[in-house]
């Protein structure tokens, strides 16, 4: 099973974007469904999470201006960005992380978000 993101792309500061990630098959045993981001010469970091459950959780720069939702049938995850500024700028990846007694990782192959005027 892979992950496939995609939705990056340039916009100018104050712009949006809707980021989009489906996974190839089937994966059992969903925990948690994410983006995460590393900019140039950064570590990566979590941009937002939503559990099984539908509960999510926010970076706080992103508070207010992200929005992260999924369809559990589909295996997707999406990630509405608003207001977006030149911080943004990274090579954002879906993440799932599954399994019963282990959690185990799957990640996109990432997409590009450019915000440059």
């Known amino acids: 099973v892979q992950l496939q993101a995609c939705g990056g792309g340039l916009v100018q500061p104050g712009g949006s974007l809707r980021l989009s990630c489906a996974a190839s098959?089937?994966?059992?045993?969903?925990?948690?469904m994410g983006w995460y981001r590393q900019a140039p010469g950064k570590q990566r970091e979590l941009v937002a999470t939503?559990?099984?459950?539908?509960?999510?959780n926010y970076q706080s720069s992103v508070k207010g201006r992200f929005t992260i939702s999924r369809v559990s049938a589909k295996n997707s995850v999406y990630l509405q960005m608003n207001s977006l500024k030149p911080e943004d700028t990274a090579v954002y990846y879906c993440?799932?992380?599954?399994?019963?007694?282990?959690?185990?990782?799957?990640w996109g192959q990432g997409t590009l978000v450019t915000v440059s005027s």
């Open positions: 993440n799932v992380k599954y399994g019963i007694t282990d959690l185990y990782n799957l």
């Open positions: 098959g089937s994966i059992f045993s969903i925990s948690a």
């Open positions: 939503i559990s099984s459950g539908g509960t999510t």
